[in-house]
């Protein structure tokens, strides 16, 4: 066996998870048949629990142009879009030297990732809370 | 987390795969080969890719089946240092945590990347357990199974794989040894940082 290049590309989770998708692995029992093999499926399993399920190419493709006018690292991108991180806090983490290079743009960034990038499903559910409560007030309101 | 590494090996393909057409077989074989294991400094191979090109088709003398280099690109799972990834705890013992991400379970959190300050408190629910406690501004804040563990990779390393010693180890060393599974790619994690360690902490 010889190795020809042992790096030739950074692939994102969500790249992944569309290969697999791809091969025909699925979240219903019936497509547990499909020229998949457990471990993949293993692989599949955790992806669909991250924000990767949720994601498409074209808001990759758009992150990524968004991301440029902060002048982030590959590796800090890839970070963002694999983690989808929704607060200050969780961005402090994963971009080095945040305070020195992102000053007051930490805010706005974390605006452009809520907006452009769709949340992981375990993030969903506490949203879909806050919008009932929010409509049976207006009710209120309105009565 | 996942890269694509390019392999050009030789590849044997058994008789019984004739009828097939060639590209399925191969890619058969190659993930029979090749998936789930780990490469040294390549990392946790997940699944074939694509193949690049497929060379050859001799059959040696004295062989049954046909011999073909084969160029082909493989997903990797290999955590670079510094990625923040988030994972299940798995188990919690006086030396640190054990994180699990389903497909892969070797990855610790030794003692001294823990959230400092902390203690640990003895878990009854766990046998052996032991359930670490962060402490910051008088709170006690407890690492348990309920939510996922965000941690970041601090080192991965390939340890060789063991040689056999039963000339010299006594017996009891010798249990010890068979209980814990040789691991061939271990990935050490730091939750010592701001936006680390269970999600709960930080919402």
Same mark, same amino acid.
């Given at each position: 066996m010889k190795i020809l290049e042992s790096s030739a590309g950074a692939l994102t989770n969500f790249e992944v998870l569309d290969l697999l998708r791809s091969r025909g692995a699925g979240k219903d029992p019936t497509c547990v048949i499909a020229s998949v093999s457990p471990s993949e499926f293993k692989v599949?399993?955790?992806?669909?629990? =991250?924000?990767?399920?949720? *994601? =498409?190419?074209?808001?990759?493709?758009?992150?990524?142009?968004?991301?440029?006018?902060?002048?982030?690292?590959?590796?800090? +991108?890839?970070?963002?879009?694999?983690?989808?991180?929704?607060?200050?806090?969780?961005?402090?983490?994963?971009?080095?030297?945040?305070?020195?290079?992102?000053?007051?743009? +930490?805010?706005?960034?974390?605006? =452009? +990732?809520?907006? +452009?990038?769709?949340?992981?499903?375990? *993030?969903?559910?506490?949203?879909?809370?806050?919008?009932?409560?929010k409509e049976e007030s207006k009710e209120e309101t309105a009565n | 987390m996942f890269f694509l590494s390019e392999i050009e090996h030789t590849l044997r393909l058994p008789p019984h795969l004739l009828n097939q057409p060639l590209n399925d077989a191969i890619k058969g074989e190659l993930g029979s080969l090749f998936l789930d294991k780990v490469i040294e400094k390549l990392g946790l191979c997940v699944s074939v890719y694509d193949i690049r090109s497929i060379k050859g088709g001799f059959v040696f003398p004295g062989d049954g089946a046909s011999t073909y280099t084969v160029s082909f690109r493989l997903v990797m799972f290999r955590p670079f240092v510094g990625e923040v990834i988030s994972a299940r705890l798995k188990e919690s013992t006086k030396d640190g945590l054990r994180l699990s991400l389903g497909f892969f379970d070797d990855i610790y959190v030794p003692v001294p990347l823990l959230a400092s300050p902390n203690h640990s408190e003895p878990d009854p629910g766990l046998k052996d357990g032991v359930r670490w406690v962060w402490e910051y501004d008088g709170v006690n804040y407890p690492i348990d199974g309920t939510d996922e563990i965000r941690f970041r990779v601090h080192n991965v390393s390939y340890p060789p794989i063991p040689?056999?010693?039963?000339?010299?180890?006594?017996e009891k060393e010798l249990e010890q040894k068979v209980s814990k599974p040789f691991a061939p790619m271990v990935v050490t994690g730091s939750i010592d940082s701001d936006g680390l360690g269970p999600i709960s902490w930080w919402v």
């Open positions: 599949f399993d955790y992806l669909e629990q =991250t924000a990767a399920c949720n *994601q =498409t190419k074209e808001i990759v493709h758009k992150f990524v142009d968004e991301c440029k006018k902060y002048d982030l690292a590959k590796a800090e +991108i890839l970070n963002v879009v694999n983690m989808r991180p929704s607060s200050a806090v969780e961005v402090y983490t994963i971009i080095e030297e945040c305070d020195s290079r992102m000053e007051e743009k +930490i805010d706005e960034f974390v605006e =452009t +990732i809520a907006q +452009i990038l769709p949340p992981p499903p375990s *993030q969903e559910q506490p949203g879909e809370e806050n919008a009932e409560s | 040689l056999d010693q039963r000339n010299d180890s006594d």
